[in-house]
Every structure is written in C-alpha cells, then in structure tokens.
C-alpha cells in the first residue's frame, strides 16, 4: 500500500486549519460565555425574587380553590 504524497498533504493540510478554526470559534465561544456571566450575588437575588414570586403565586391559587370549594359546597348543599 502506498502512499501518495499529494493526498497526505491535503489531508494533513485540512486538518491544519480545522484545528485553528476550531480553536477560533471555541476561543470566540469562551470569551461570549465569559462577557455574559453575571456574578454569583446577582444570581442569588434574581433566585431568590423568582422564589418569592412562586410562592405569592402558590398561596393565590390555595386561596383561589377554597373559594371554589366553598362555591361548590353552596351549590350542591345550598349553604356554606
């Protein structure tokens, strides 16, 4: 089997410059993830406001279905 010096070259050529571009965009992709963090302390105040909403949200539909219960009650018994 031999080898054609032609085909090797073009072979180890496109590798070359695969290898660098991907270098490029992994490099590229870093430096966006690294301009778009946000610190710790931010994270913790968003997550804690994103708690709080949840659970204002949780105790609106508790109230909500005793409400419903109540008018399902009336319904069917007439009284409360």
């Known amino acids: 089997m031999a080898f054609e010096l032609e085909t090797l070259g073009i072979g ?3 590798g070359f410059i ?6 490029f ?7 966006k993830i690294e301009e778009a ?9 968003i997550h804690k406001g994103i708690d709080s909403k949840f659970l204002d ?4 539909q508790k109230a909500i ?7 399902n ?4 018994n007439g009284k409360y």
């Open 65 to 71: 279905f005793e409400q419903l219960k109540d008018i």
């Open 37 to 45: 963090k946000q610190d710790k302390a931010l994270c913790e105040t």
């Open 18 to 23: 695969g290898a660098i571009l991907g270098v």
């Open 12 to 14: 180890t050529g496109g």
């Open 25 to 31: 965009g992994i490099n590229r992709r870093v430096n």
């Open 57 to 60: 949200i949780k105790e609106s």
């Open 73 to 76: 009650m009336y319904l069917r």
